[in-house]
């Protein structure tokens, strides 16, 4: 009981991307057709690796996870916030945010996760190929997959237990397109001081940790792949330098998000669009177009639908 009345707040407001008409249709304009011309390509790449027998190695298992963690990444912020603007009102209840934001984490923190399992396949293929087969087999690959899923559902539920033992009984705007940790503590009628060090801890100094992990793992491998053929090398530096670009692409604004104190950066709300829904989109589709085995499947599977 104590608990129900400490939240009195049943909504929240979400003040938008922007408050200037013009600008929101300009980028409700270009998010859509960002979103329809990239999101089936997420699909399709699913698609390519399942239906392809010559796509089984561990890198095609995770790029195909790796799509279709990046598309449900993408369905939780980007369709609502096309839809609030075009809505004169931009309302979410306190349920709906808190599931929001648990699935923004869960999702987000599994593609982490991911990432740094993709380093570890590439470490284990280029720096110990004889072991390759045996460290990097199905099973293992599948026990991977559900760590990081668990992984992802330990960071999400205690970020979400964390803001449930938070109260709410006054102010409801938020200052964001959707629901998320800064924002939402920020609201509560406490001091959130010790509260907000236990997020950065948790979202911050992760998400830290694993893009100095990830940025040390290539670096050794860089290394090691000096002294191989120069075809060997050249594959290996185009695999990596494209693990390489999504690191960044993903813990970059992440790490700008998380590893701060809670206060207003004027860019933060960019850098929240990028990191919610034109990132996550992107992702796979730079894996394919610098994987010449996928493009050729691709083009296959698609060649193949066409003549029927």
């Excluded at 045996?134 to 668990?150: F, K, S, Y």
């Excluded at 907000?196 to 792949?225: D, K, P, Q, R, W």
Aim: hydrophobic share 50%; with cysteine.
């Amino acid at each position: 009981m104590e608990r129900e009345n400490s939240t009195v707040v049943k909504e929240f407001i979400l003040l938008g991307l922007t408050q200037s008409q013009d600008a929101q249709l300009l980028v409700f304009a270009l998010v859509l057709i960002f979103y329809l011309i990239i999101l089936p390509g997420n699909f399709l790449i699913i698609l390519t690796i399942r239906s392809d027998p010559g796509l089984t190695a561990p890198l095609y298992f995770f790029l195909g996870n790796l799509a279709f963690l990046d598309a449900s990444y993408s369905f939780i912020v980007a369709p609502r916030m096309l839809v609030d603007f075009l809505s004169e009102k931009k309302v979410i209840s306190y349920r709906g945010c808190i599931t929001q934001l648990f699935f923004l984490h869960f999702l987000g923190a599994g593609e982490m996760f991911l990432l740094v399992v993709m380093a570890f396949d590439r470490y284990i293929a280029i720096c110990r190929p004889l072991h390759y087969s045996t460290v990097m087999n199905p099973r293992a690959c599948h026990v991977l997959l559900l760590v990081l899923w668990l992984g992802g559902f330990t960071h999400s539920i205690v970020q979400v237990a964390l803001i449930l033992h938070l109260p709410f009984c006054g102010p409801n705007q938020l200052d964001n397109f959707f629901c998320d940790v800064p924002q939402v503590i920020k609201l509560a009628c406490t001091d959130t001081f010790v509260v907000e060090l236990l997020m950065v801890s948790n979202s911050g100094l992760l998400t830290l940790l694993c893009f100095l992990g990830l940025l040390a793992s290539y670096a050794v491998i860089l290394c090691h792949v000096k002294g191989h053929s120069s075809e060997g090398k050249s594959k290996a530096l185009s695999t990596c330098t494209t693990h390489i670009i999504i690191v960044f692409l993903m813990f970059g604004p992440a790490i700008f998000i998380y590893t701060r104190p809670f206060n207003a950066f004027p860019a933060d709300k960019v850098v929240s669009l990028f990191h919610t829904v034109i990132f996550p989109l992107m992702n796979p589709v730079i894996y394919t177009l610098r994987n010449q085995e996928v493009k050729a499947s691709m083009r296959r599977q698609l060649s193949r639908h066409m003549l029927c």
